[in-house]
């Protein structure tokens, strides 16, 4: 009969020391941004995690006595907590006082643990903050990430031990998921990009009429620089036909003797017939060049 007791008052000794440490997970991870707290993240397949257990928990039964709160993680069970605190090392301990987070570096026993936070050595550390802060948004993302991973990881084993499809089919099926929601995310992409900057397209359009607006005044100067040239080629013309006409009329009259007053009068007409010649054609022109004209131009009439 006394063993039993014993026994009894040992087992409910264990059972209080284990109650007064806290579990710590995704749903409350929360409780731990106010107070102070002392936080362990552990692994059951851990040798270290399991060397520090009993002083850990004995821990947890002195919290109310120095005036602390003492938590566990189980990162196989909360992979988002792991995470969201970016835990690479077994065991890994913070100490959170009012949500400013500091990473517990000394030795990992009772005594050290209790002289950390009576004598308040965590002052001396470099708190946790900006986007590695654990309720930052980036660790948020970092949760949401880890978590992931752990249901690609459940569905790889359903797919290969459940279901008995090979490893390399598993991988297929991920690549093609994988394949697929790039091409989704992609899609929505363009259209949030459509929907934010649609001032490119109106800025093309215009451009676009500015150049059609361009072409058409290029297109009427040049339908009147033809006509301009067709009507001063007429004016030559019809000047040079005027010019012939006056001279073979005045070749073929009878040469009779004039009186002086008719050859005053003819030698002006012939004076201003040449100055009309002189001043209808180029001077760039030359004689040769006049002749040749004039012989088309009869031709012609």
Not at 71 to 99: C, N, Q
Not at 212 to 235: A, G, I, R, V, Y
């Amino acid at each position: 009969a006394g063993p039993g007791p014993g026994l009894g008052a040992a087992g409910l000794g264990a059972a209080g020391l284990e109650a007064a440490v806290q579990q710590v997970g995704d749903a409350n991870w929360t409780v731990i941004l106010s107070g102070e707290w002392m936080v362990q993240f552990h692994a059951p397949w851990c040798p270290a995690c399991q060397q520090i257990q009993a002083d850990w928990e004995k821990l947890g039964k002195l919290s109310e006595t120095i005036g602390i709160r003492v938590g566990k993680v189980d990162v196989t069970r909360e992979p988002g907590l792991s995470g969201r605190f970016f835990v690479t090392t077994l065991p890994t301990i913070y100490h959170a006082k009012d949500g400013v987070f500091r990473k517990y570096h000394g030795s990992r026993v009772l005594q050290d643990f209790q002289s950390f936070v009576t004598e308040k050595k965590w002052e001396t550390l470099e708190s946790i903050s900006g986007w590695k802060s654990p309720s930052s948004f980036a660790m948020s993302g970092m949760a949401g990430l880890f978590r992931l991973s752990v249901w690609i990881r459940e569905v790889h084993s359903y797919l290969t031990e459940t279901l008995g499809i090979p490893v390399w089919g598993s991988y297929i099926a991920f690549a093609m998921v994988t394949l697929l929601a790039g091409l989704i995310l992609g899609l929505i992409l363009v259209l949030i990009a459509d929907c934010l900057c649609p001032t490119k397209s109106k800025y093309k359009s215009q451009v676009t009429e500015t150049t059609e607006k361009d072409d058409e005044d290029m297109e009427d100067e040049e339908s009147n620089h033809p006509q301009e040239e067709t009507d001063l080629d007429w004016d030559l013309r019809t000047a040079e036909g005027n010019n012939l006409s006056d001279n073979n009329s005045g070749d073929d009259s009878p040469q009779e003797e004039a009186s002086p007053e008719e050859n005053v009068c003819s030698g002006e007409d012939a004076s201003r017939g040449k100055e009309s010649t002189n001043l209808n054609q180029p001077s760039s022109d030359s004689e040769e060049e006049t002749s040749v004209r004039k012989r088309k131009t009869i031709e012609n009439s």
